[in-house]
């Protein structure tokens, strides 16, 4: 069975630098084809894609923020961390990560999602 | 990189069919067959309902159904029920080669 957990600050300041993590069980993340991605959903929103980490260390980035978000995995903690800078109130989301499996194009199952504030 | 479009809300009385459309282009939609729709109750996570078009996860109602034609990918509802209210999201893969997926707007499910 896999699982995906989100983890990080609830209440972050405006400019600091956001720092979540994405712990799973069920699958490695250097099984050939296997990925983990980010998404984030403003509340009353859409889900918006953030960034990918795939088996081989390739990542993927929203353009709009890449300059803002750094993606890494550790395979033997069995995480992905995500980081974005600079966070502003419009920031504020529940940021969900989730599973592709190997060589597919979709995403299952994800995680239970972490609401995230961005307040002064 | 914009995001698919689909209709803001559908309706259906229970036991009705509804389909809600997830429109792109041919770099997206129309250029492979890689759109899955995905399920979201309120302050649950999104589920997978359908994927690579037209097909279903295990354990997921026969009752829904995906389609595409041309840049417009479909995902029907049939026998509609009171569980099904709720939002729905499509994906598709694409061909940025910066981040090769992209959500749709989302529908919103009521069940009369």
């Known amino acids: 069975q896999i699982t995906l957990k989100e983890s990080g600050p609830t209440l972050v300041t405006p400019t600091q630098t956001l720092t979540l993590t994405c712990t799973f069980s069920?699958?490695?993340?250097?099984?050939?084809?296997?990925?983990v991605g980010w998404i984030r959903q403003p509340p009353g929103k859409a889900l918006e894609w953030l960034a990918l980490?795939?088996?081989?260390?390739?990542?993927r980035y929203r353009p709009s923020l890449k300059s803002r978000l750094t993606i890494t995995k550790d395979t033997s903690k069995n995480q992905v961390v995500l980081t974005m800078t600079n966070m502003d109130p419009v920031d504020t989301a529940t940021y969900f990560c989730?599973?592709?499996?190997?060589?597919?194009?979709?995403?299952?199952?994800w995680g239970q999602g972490t609401l995230v504030t961005v307040s002064s | 990189q914009s995001a698919l479009t689909q209709p803001a809300s559908v309706s259906g009385s229970p036991g009705q069919s509804i389909t809600i459309s997830c429109t792109g282009t041919?770099?997206?939609?129309?250029?492979?067959?890689?759109v899955s729709w995905y399920q979201q109750h309120p302050g649950k996570a999104p589920k997978l309902m359908i994927y690579?078009?037209?097909n279903r996860p295990s354990g997921v109602s026969n009752r829904f159904s995906g389609s595409k034609s041309g840049n417009t990918a479909s995902l029907t509802i049939s026998g509609l029920q009171a569980e099904d209210e709720a939002d729905y999201y499509c994906?598709?893969?694409?061909?940025?080669?910066?981040?090769?997926?992209?959500f749709g707007t989302g529908t919103k499910v009521t069940v009369l």
């Open positions: 989730t599973y592709r499996p190997p060589y597919t194009k979709w995403f299952d199952p």
């Open positions: 069920g699958f490695s993340l250097s099984t050939s084809g296997v990925g």
């Open positions: 980490i795939y088996w081989d260390d390739d990542k």
């Open positions: 041919s770099s997206d939609v129309g250029g492979y067959n890689y």
């Open positions: 690579d078009v037209s």
């Open positions: 994906n598709s893969y694409t061909t940025s080669s910066t981040l090769p997926y992209v």
